[in-house]
Every structure is written in C-alpha cells, then in structure tokens.
C-alpha cells in the first residue's frame, strides 16, 4: 500500500533555528513528490515540486531534498520566523498527476 | 496563471438538507479535477477524481450516492452532498489538473447542525 509518513506530528521552536521537516514514503517509485503550507482554516499554498529525477528544489529559505531510494523528503527552514507557523504536508504523486497522497502533515509553531 | 475557486467558503447548513460545491479553474481547462476531504486536524484524504464528460472515480468507503459529483465543463466541477448529517461536516478541497500538475482551491468548510 502506497503510504505517505511525516515525523514529527507537532514542533515548536524558538525563532531563528534551522529546522527539519521529514516525510517518509513506501513506494520509491514516484513520479513527484510536492511540499504545501497549510495556514488554520485555509487552503493549499505549495511551496515546493520535486520531480522524481530531481534530488532538490531551493526557494528562499526552503530547501527539500529527495531520497528515493530510501523513501525519504526533508524540507529544511533556514532561520526560522514566526511566519511561518503553519502545517506543512508533504504529497506524492505515484501516477503522473491522477492524484496526491498526503502525509498527515507536521504542526509547526514559531515563537518569538 | 492556474487559479482555482471554490464558493462558498463556508456553508452552516441544518440536518438533512443538501449543500453544492463549486469548484472553479479560472485561467485554464481542467479535464480532471479531484476533490479532499479534511477532517479537523487531520490531513487531505481524496474522495473521489472529476472527469468531464464521464463518471466521477470515487475512492474505497465514499458514498457515490451521497457525494454527488457532476464535471459539466472543462472549468466547473460541483460537489453535493446529499442530506447531509453533522459527520459530514469538514473542510472540503477540490484541485484542478494542468498537464502533470494540480492546482488547489482554497477550500470550503461546511458545518452542519
């Protein structure tokens, strides 16, 4: 069964720490695998796409890495803000778009 | 480029009755669209994919006779549920597909009394 993992379910830092997000999946023969924010009672904002001949995507602050041999995405915040407090899902895509398999998503909380 | 809508936002509806859903691509044609369920503090979990011009798909343990689902253009996907109970309540996500990727509308969370 095709399955999507994420650990830790829940994490709260102090602003300004590098931080990272894991998402582990059973089936290594994916097609991509996406990275979204999810802000309380709102919708989607994807953050970042790799595909499946990719090792990592870079935007700002972010950066995901993809292991597929071992199952396994990372999304490392450099220099974290209480901006960005949010849930963060990871989804795989195993059939070229037909449909995304989301982990349970990692609750993330900044302080200031 | 490669907006999604959905409307409403939020719908309080009583026992019993029936709430539509729709889901909007505004800048492209959408042949496939799906719909997500999520329930409070849990993550998306897909009910079922929008074909236009066919049957919807729906995933194991999703009533097809209570989520009606009709994709009637290339732009417009309508979720209705059906005499909806309080369980039914959630927050509701349709995406869109262009090419190989999906496009997410920002939700609808229905609450039902």
């Known amino acids: 069964k095709q399955e999507v993992t994420q650990i830790p379910a829940a994490l709260s830092v102090p602003e300004g720490e590098n931080l990272v997000l894991n998402c582990s999946f059973t089936?290594?023969?994916?097609?991509?695998l996406q990275w979204f924010r999810q802000d309380p009672g709102k919708g989607l904002t994807s953050l970042l796409l790799?595909?499946?001949?990719?090792r990592e995507q870079t935007s700002g602050r972010l950066n995901a890495s993809l292991d597929k041999s071992s199952g396994r995405s990372t999304l490392y915040i450099a220099a974290s803000q209480p901006g960005d407090s949010a849930t963060y899902l990871c989804?795989?895509?195993?059939?070229?778009?037909?449909?995304?398999?989301f982990g349970g998503g990692t609750r993330l909380m900044v302080k200031p | 480029g490669a907006v999604v809508s959905q409307h409403p936002s939020w719908v309080i509806c009583k026992s019993g009755t029936s709430v539509k859903i729709e889901c909007r691509s505004l800048?492209?044609?959408?042949?496939?669209m799906f719909w997500y369920r999520q329930f409070p503090k849990q993550s998306l979990m897909l009910m079922a994919t929008?074909?236009?011009?066919?049957?919807?798909?729906?995933e194991q343990g999703v009533e097809k006779d209570k989520f009606l689902i009709n994709h009637a253009s290339l732009t417009l996907s309508t979720l209705t549920v059906t005499s909806a109970h309080p369980e039914d309540s959630s927050f509701y996500i349709c995406?869109?597909?262009?090419?190989?990727?999906?496009?997410f509308g920002p939700g609808t969370r229905l609450l039902v009394l």
């Open positions: 995406s869109a597909r262009l090419a190989w990727d999906q496009y």
């Open positions: 089936d290594s023969a994916i097609y991509n």
């Open positions: 790799i595909q499946s001949s990719q």
């Open positions: 989804a795989v895509d195993w059939n070229a778009g037909n449909m995304l398999t």
């Open positions: 800048d492209f044609q959408a042949t496939t």
């Open positions: 929008s074909n236009e011009g066919s049957k919807a798909t729906y």
